[in-house]
């Protein structure tokens, strides 16, 4: 996720159970969390050659 772009309600839990499980030093589980948000689909419209594969 890039800083112009809104996250939608998973990608937010997602970044707020990873930040519980790194208080509570769980880190196994905090990477796990980030992980499953960067997986997440992105929420950014797609270039015309990101489509494809190719460099911006």
Partial sequence: MTAGTRSCARCEE???????AKE???YDK???????????PSHEMPSRT???GLPA
């Fill in 24 to 26: 509570d030093g769980d």
């Fill in 30 to 40: 905090a990477t796990t969390y980030e992980i499953l948000r960067r997986r997440h």
């Fill in 50 to 52: 990101a489509r494809w």
């Fill in 14 to 20: 997602y970044t707020a159970l990873r930040e519980k």
